[in-house]
C-alpha cells in the first residue's frame, strides 16, 4: 500500500520555525521526486518546493526561496521541509506528493499525494 504520511504542522506566530516531515512508503522513494505544495482557503494549489531523491536536485518557488529549506533522507524514506521566518501569508494546508520528475511535479502530473496537514501562522 502507498502511503505518504505528513506530519509537523501546527500553530506558530509569524517569525517562527516548523518543520514539516514526510514519510513515504510502498513504491519505490528513491526513483521518485517528493514536492512539497500548499494550498490556501480560496487560492488555488501551490508548489513549494522539492527535491529529486536520486540525484539531490531541489526546487524552490519564489514565495519561499531563502526561508524554507527541503531535504531528503532515502534510508528512511523521509522528506523534511524546514520553515524559517514564517509569514501569516504561509499559512495553508501542505501536502506533499511523489512524481517521477520535479518537472512533472511542478506540473501537478503526481502520482500519490498526502492527507496534509495545517500550517497557521499568527501576525
Avoid at 504542522?9 to 522513494?29: H, N, T
Avoid at 501569516?88 to 511542478?106: K, R
Amino acid at each position: 500500500e502507498v502511503q505518504l504520511v505528513e506530519s509537523g504542522g501546527g500553530l506558530v506566530q509569524a517569525g517562527g520555525s516548523l518543520r514539516l516531515s514526510c514519510a513515504a512508503s510502498g513504491f519505490p522513494f528513491d526513483e521518485h521526486a517528493i514536492g512539497w505544495f500548499r494550498q490556501a482557503p480560496g487560492k488555488e494549489r501551490e508548489v513549494i518546493s522539492c527535491i529529486s531523491n536520486s540525484d539531490g536536485i531541489t526546487y524552490y518557488a519564489d514565495s519561499v526561496k531563502g526561508r524554507f529549506t527541503i531535504s531528503s533522507d532515502n534510508a528512511k524514506n523521509t522528506v523534511y521541509l524546514q520553515m524559517n521566518s514564517l509569514k501569516p501569508e504561509d499559512t495553508a494546508v501542505y501536502s506533499c506528493a511523489a512524481g517521477i520528475t520535479i518537472a512533472s511535479l511542478i506540473l501537478l502530473d503526481v502520482d500519490y499525494w498526502g492527507q496534509g496537514t495545517q500550517v497557521t501562522v499568527s501576525g
